[in-house]
Antibody, heavy 115, light 112 residues
Framework: QVQLQQSGAELAKPGSSVKISCKASGYTFTSYYISWIKQTTGQGLEYIGY????????NYNEKFKGKATLTVDKSSSTAFMQLSSLTPDDSAVYYC????????WGQGVMVTVSS | DVVLTQTPSTLSATIGQSVSISCRSS???????????LYWYLQRPGQSPQLLIY???NLGSGVPNRFSGSGSGTDFTLKISGVEAEDLGVYYCMQATHAPYTFGAGTKLELK
């Protein structure tokens, strides 16, 4: 069965970076894009962007350019998202999901930015 | 960015009742190829969102047929024909016709 297993919760200081992972199983990893979504109580769900898991090509929501960097390791069927120059506004739950359809979702990673 | 307005924001229902949720877009979601990229998701308490409906009216894998989607252009509807206890949670619409993809604010379905 299709599964997207994300890494654990992160507590980070303002100005630092975090890198969260999304390990896929149950399907051919390179056949489907991986999308990333941010969820906060205030802003709801926001689409960050996606990565072509075959070519490594990326497409970002303008709002997240410079904030999020998407990469992939095909050998381990894992997608990554690095969030840089963290501020309290980056505190959120971050999900990975398969394709633009978002037909399968990871369990989410809570990122807390606090000094 | 495309704004999706969901109504109502909260919906109270009894088990077995049929309910509808509206999602209105600030722009037409019909693309030049004739496709409409409108999706519906359910997020149960403490869980990740799950896909219910894709491309306006197609049922996601394993989704019960009491769920149905309809609409075109800028007006879309999700209907639940006979609410069950497992349907409680927050429903979101999402559009992927225009970049960036955007979500509605959600409709919370609760028991009356």
């Amino acid at each position: 069965q299709v599964q997207l297993q994300q890494s654990g919760a992160e507590l980070a200081k303002p100005g630092s970076s975090v890198k969260i992972s999304c390990k896929a199983s149950g399907y051919t990893f390179t056949s489907y894009y991986i999308s990333w979504i941010k969820q906060t109580t205030g802003q709801g769900l926001e689409y960050i962007g996606y990565i072509n898991t075959g070519s490594g090509g990326t497409n970002y929501n303008e709002k997240f350019k410079g904030k999020a960097t998407l990469t992939v390791d095909k050998s381990s069927s894992t997608a990554f998202m690095q969030l840089s120059s963290l501020t309290p506004d980056d505190s959120a739950v971050y999900y990975c999901a398969r394709r633009g359809t978002l037909d399968y979702w990871g369990q989410g990673v809570m990122v807390t930015v606090s000094s | 960015d495309v704004v999706l307005t969901q109504t109502p924001s909260t919906l109270s229902a009894t088990i077995g009742q049929s309910v509808s949720i509206s999602c209105r877009s600030s722009q037409s979601l019909l693309d030049s190829a004739g496709n409409t990229y409108l999706y519906w998701y359910l997020q149960r308490p403490g869980q990740s969102p799950q896909l219910l409906i894709y491309l306006v009216s197609n049922l996601g894998s394993g989704v019960p047929n009491r769920f149905s989607g309809s609409g075109s252009g800028t007006d879309f509807t999700l209907k639940i024909s006979g609410v069950e206890a497992e349907d409680l949670g927050v429903y979101y619409c999402m559009q992927a016709t225009h970049a960036p993809y955007t979500f509605g604010a959600g409709t919370k379905l609760e028991l009356k």
